[in-house]
């Protein structure tokens, strides 16, 4: 399995050169940085829907995602390893929603762990219960074997969000995605402490506004995910090169120093965002089933945003840990 690990590094590096040189090529970040404490800090997931739902899949499905990044060479499907989505307000629905996308494409069937840590919330928000079913479906749709938490917080508030992501950990993530963020703020290095853990990677979605900056996205101890463009056949054969999506955010953190992995790959004293890419272009997104109504419909949508690159891209991550993991037993017991 040795070259399938090298596939997946180039055509990733790919990704990451694309978005990065893209956001750095934007003039100076906005939307501007707020002061803190961030007493009225809001999340939002960056989601892009087509309006209609469609009583059919719409959009790229698992397969075709699957072979254009090369995940269909791994046969563990993330066996072992633990992804946590971390959402505001959850989905009343999810369980439902993940077993409609299982059947569709023939994945293996799974049970959600969700936990809850501020408490049963007592709000259905549309736009984080669709977010909640495209976070799930596609970790699950590029990872299958992977245990999957979701960790819902009761509001979108930073204090929530955080105690959430802690949740996650303790509850044993080896993965947390976030697909999600909100303005920079002064105080946001008081916070690196929640994605300091060891044996645990943390993503976080860069945003759709094209130039400017997100936390945590911005956290140099969090992987900052970008949004390509991506076109492709019916089977996932490229149809013409992946190229950066304009949408995808980006720019210099305004409170965050260049992290060291940085150096030698931009000049500029801050840290630079996003770490890595991949599709995310709402024009090239991919199907998401949602019975919990969404604009007042049902059914299946196309989504698109850095909402989507950034639970598929701890779907990979959890294939490579795997695929490690297997094989540093291979070479204890001389497979």
């Not at 390893?81 to 494409?105: K, M, W």
């Not at 069937?109 to 969700?114: D, F, G």
């Not at 044996?199 to 506004?209: I, K, L, M, Q, Y």
């Not at 094209?210 to 949004?227: C, D, E, K, L, R």
Request: charged share 10%; hydrophobic share 35%; proline share 7%.
């Amino acid at each position: 399995m040795k070259n399938t690990s090298q596939n997946i590094i180039v055509t990733t590096a790919i990704s990451v050169c694309l978005s990065t040189f893209a956001a750095l090529a934007q003039p100076n970040p906005q939307p501007q940085p707020q002061a803190g404490p961030p007493l009225d800090w809001q999340a939002n997931p960056p989601l892009h829907v087509r309006p209609m739902a469609s009583t059919s899949p719409v959009g790229y499905v698992p397969s075709q995602i699957r072979h254009a990044y090369g995940l269909d060479q791994f046969t563990n499907g993330g066996a072992g390893q633990v992804i946590a989505i971390v959402d505001a307000y959850g989905s009343p629905t999810i369980q439902n929603n993940l077993n409609v996308f299982c059947t569709q494409f023939g994945l293996p069937k799974t049970t959600i762990q969700i936990i809850a840590p501020n408490g049963k919330h007592m709000k259905t928000d549309a736009g984080w219960a669709l977010e909640t079913s495209l976070d799930v479906e596609w970790a699950h749709a590029l990872a299958p074997n992977a245990k999957i938490i979701l960790s819902e917080a009761s509001s979108a508030s930073i204090g929530n969000l955080v105690s959430a992501i802690d949740a996650a950990v303790k509850a044993g993530a080896t993965i947390v995605t976030m697909s999600w963020g909100g303005s920079e703020f002064s105080t946001e290095t008081s916070y690196e402490s929640h994605f300091t853990k060891s044996g645990v990677s943390f993503f976080a979605s860069s945003g759709d506004n094209g130039s400017g900056t997100m936390w945590p996205a911005a956290s140099p101890s969090v992987t900052g995910v970008g949004g390509t463009s991506l076109y492709l056949d019916s089977l996932g054969n490229l149809t013409s090169p992946e190229t950066a999506w304009s949408g995808s955010g980006g720019g210099l953190s305004a409170y965050f120093a260049r992290p060291a992995y940085q150096n030698g790959w931009q000049g500029n004293g801050t840290r630079a965002i996003p770490d890595v890419a991949l599709v995310a272009n709402p024009n090239t997104g991919v199907t998401v089933y949602d019975s919990t109504a969404y604009s007042g419909q049902t059914g299946w949508f196309q989504v698109g945003g850095t909402s989507a690159s950034c639970p598929m891209w701890g779907a990979i991550v959890a294939l490579s840990d795997q695929q490690r993991v297997s094989a540093k037993k291979s070479t204890l017991f001389g497979g």
